[in-house]
């Protein structure tokens, strides 16, 4: 068994709260941890549009759900990194925050307002470099290390939004306005390949250090205890959510003009609006997912990509794709431990469990529908080409065929989260403090999406590296009451 010792030092995992770690408190040892081996300069990852083949490498670790009673009982596939840099690595490289409400909804949650909107605001601008010079400068930045980008040319792009205009969906211009490799690691000790099974303590339960897969220690400081410490936490694993989308292929009247990828003429782009899912409640404050002014769902227009088990159209540059996504589920899952060793854990997410979940991706089914009924969408596109033996779907289709659809072949955009939820000590199943602080000990920080108590409607990136902001300062806080105790 391997042990090393690192002096004055902190233990991360994540490159941002690695590199700006250090950038205030660089009389630290920094140790990043990651998984994987660093692959920055794979074709995979430096093309966004080519996550979907990263399936096929070892840049990723698939794990299967258990069978899910709405899907048909399928086990889905869910995708983690397994390469430096995380899931930054290996998505699509979207960037969207998501409605202010929803940060609010956090900060009502918590009874604290330092992760409302507002207040999570500067963490937003500290982590960009917003591509429009002319935005307004109090909701972006543009000094910071991720340069964000937009107005790619795309065939479809205007037929797209001409097609959402008339089917009466509002115009919003800035989806990152509350409304909806690139940090440095030099100074910074990179541990690659390195599976993390454990975090250690000392008698008096301050984190010191990790256990690898491979039986490699780490440890931070001068403390070498080898003492299994348990601490009693019944939140972790629970409040597992998932998205789950519904991908139609759509049919175009012209293929030869080169509107879709598989075309040589085709430029590659796309156009994601988000929608609301128009849910009548008697009182919707009770019902916060449900608040009228909450995104639920998005829409993907360019290929027919990942359109789910068996439902095969030709990448000919004949066919766009939809994916409808449930933005904002209320099913609520688990991940536990199948055994000693860790790997592979038991993942539970209950998809499409609740009625709730089946209203809104029924309803954006039908909105999507609407949209490809408009006269815009008409001009371009025949109709949808649906798997073999189901209906096509229209803005008028039952709930029985949405739901058949959903259970035949729905998969997931690996948006999941809320398995270490921060919350209120009177919680009892809250896993982190306000200051994203493990209940019950000293000197761990959980900062990734397990801390998460909701989904927000975006993709994850653009929050969790705001999160990773706020956690350098509460690290940065940290390390300076600690000399301040002597400790």
Known sequence: MNSIELHNSVLLKGCALASRTYSIAPSLSIALVERGSNEREHPYITNPLAAAQLPTTELVVD?????????????????????????????????????????????????????SYRKFLPYFRRTEHYHDPDADSHQHGFERPIYTTSGREYPLRESVHQAFVEAIYIDVSDLNGGHPLAYDLSGIYVITDAAVCR???????????????????????????????????????????????????????????????????????????????????KDPLDQPHLLPSRAHLALVAYAPLGLGPGYDVPLDGSHICSGTLLYQPTSRGRITLSSSSLYPPVVNPNYYTTSADRTMLRTGTCHIAAIMETPTACALIAGETPLSGYPALTS??????????????????????????????????????????VYGVRGLHVVDASVLPMPVAATLQATMYAVAEVATDLIKRSVLEEKKRGK
């Open 63 to 115: 794990y299967q759900t258990e069978p899910q009673p709405q899907v048909d009982n399928r086990r889905i596939t869910n995708y983690a990194s397994r390469s430096l840099s995380g899931s930054s690595g290996v998505n699509y490289g979207a960037w969207i925050r998501g409605p202010a409400v929803d940060y609010d909804l956090w900060a009502q949650y918590m009874k604290d307002d330092r992760w």
């Open 199 to 281: 975090v250690s303590f000392s008698e008096k339960k301050v984190a010191n250090g990790i256990e690898l897969v491979d039986g490699r220690h780490f440890y931070a400081r001068h403390e070498k205890h080898k003492i299994l410490q348990l601490v009693e936490s019944p939140g972790v694993g629970k409040n597992y959510f998932d998205r789950l989308p519904l991908h139609q292929a759509w049919r175009l009247r012209h293929p030869e003009r080169g509107l879709s990828m598989g075309s040589p003429a085709f430029k590659a782009a796309h156009h994601n609006p988000q929608l609301n899912a128009h849910y009548h409640h």
């Open 396 to 437: 008028r289709s039952s709930d029985e065929d949405i739901d058949a659809r959903v259970r035949a072949y729905s998969m997931v955009w690996h948006h999941s989260g809320g398995t270490a939820a921060i919350g209120p000590s009177t919680e009892v199943n809250a896993v982190v403090d306000a200051d994203l602080r």
